[in-house]
């Protein structure tokens, strides 16, 4: 449990440095970098928290596509970030300031961590989920189960999410490279 | 890329046992953690990876951008499809318990139908998106590679 704790520490205080240097560079590759390095940290956060679902999600979106998506990116814009007047900044900063000062104050309304009368530990569902999954759906893992199966529904509008995303962006970007084929005329 | 060999070399050695994890995570995510998503986005990287070191062009010719925009569309319809299937086999939509005699089996296959739905409209979409994304970069920087931009 000790080491629990003393892994938090040093992977959040690790995480609020990197969030300083990204908030202190101008240049965005590494910047680009550090988030990759931020979302790899949380990855490690989530493991411990044994989300190991969402640490692979995150790992591999966060730390990779991601950054990746961001390198490609800076092919089109510039990698530089343009000087903000000082008055901005302090907007900025009030702004984040304020931002931060709410979640705060909502924060401090949570239960406590790993307390055991939160709605997720009482809920009648969590014994239906829990308990009966063995013998109505029997996979050992029951994230998969609960995406899957209970919440199957939930799961196929993530999907078709996704799948809108992928089309938007193709309607929007995929032209570039498609339009100098002479073979789309023989499609129509 | 083509000058660096190490790169090269060990990223030639690593894409094989990457997608071969995304194959695991995708088809045994009922044992273990991971699912379709995961699965998905592990193979797209594996996909980036290569077009990253070996060129936009040849990733393209190994997995066709067209090929993923049909892809992106079946595993959608998998997934929905499964549902219809359930619904016609005199459950409720999505109620894997009729897929099969037994009730267990049948969500067994349900999960295994609907995730393998998962990854692949996961594996396209995002693969695609890389596609467009490093395809416009393209015209700019033909010569230098964006590291030189600054």
Do not use: C
């Not at chain 2, 067209?66 to 499964?82: C, K």
């Amino acid at each position: 449990m000790t080491t629990d704790i003393a892994l938090n520490i040093v992977l959040l205080s690790f995480m609020a440095i990197v969030g300083m240097a990204i908030a202190r560079l101008r240049n965005l590759f590494p910047v680009a970098m550090l988030t990759g390095l931020y979302s790899l940290l949380s990855a490690s956060l989530f493991t411990l928290l044994d989300a190991v679902d969402v640490a692979l999600t995150e790992a591999a979106v966060g730390a990779g596509v991601t950054t990746v998506l961001f390198l490609a990116t800076f092919g089109l814009t510039r990698a530089r970030e343009k000087p903000v007047p000082r008055s901005r900044t302090l907007i900025g900063l009030a702004v984040t300031m304020l931002t931060g000062a709410v979640l705060v104050y909502a924060s401090l309304d949570m239960p406590h961590f790993g307390s055991a009368d939160t709605p997720v530990q009482t809920h009648p569902l969590r014994d239906r989920y829990l308990n009966q999954m063995s013998e109505e759906i029997d996979v050992p893992n029951a994230v998969t189960a609960v995406l899957g199966s209970y919440r199957g529904y939930d799961t196929l509008g993530e999907v078709v999410v996704v799948f809108t995303a992928g089309i938007g962006v193709l309607m929007l970007l995929g032209v570039a490279w498609h339009r100098p084929r002479k073979s789309d005329k023989r499609e129509q | 890329m083509r000058e660096h060999t190490v790169l090269r070399v060990v990223t030639k050695v690593l894409i094989a046992p990457i997608i071969l994890f995304a194959l695991y995570v995708q088809f045994h995510g009922d044992y273990s953690p991971g699912g379709g998503f995961q699965a998905g986005v592990v193979f797209a990287a594996a996909i980036i990876l290569y077009a990253l070191i070996f060129g936009l062009a040849e990733a393209r010719r190994a997995v066709s951008p067209n090929l993923l925009r049909i892809t992106g569309a079946l595993g959608a319809l998998i997934f929905a499809g499964t549902g219809v299937y359930s619904l016609l086999r005199g459950g409720n939509f999505l109620d894997y318990d009729y897929l099969a005699h037994d009730a267990v089996h049948g969500q067994h296959y349900g999960l295994l139908l609907v995730e393998f739905g998962v990854g692949l409209t996961v594996v396209s979409v995002i693969t695609s998106i890389f596609y467009v994304f490093a395809g416009r970069g393209r015209r700019n920087d033909d010569e230098q590679p964006p590291g030189d931009a600054r």
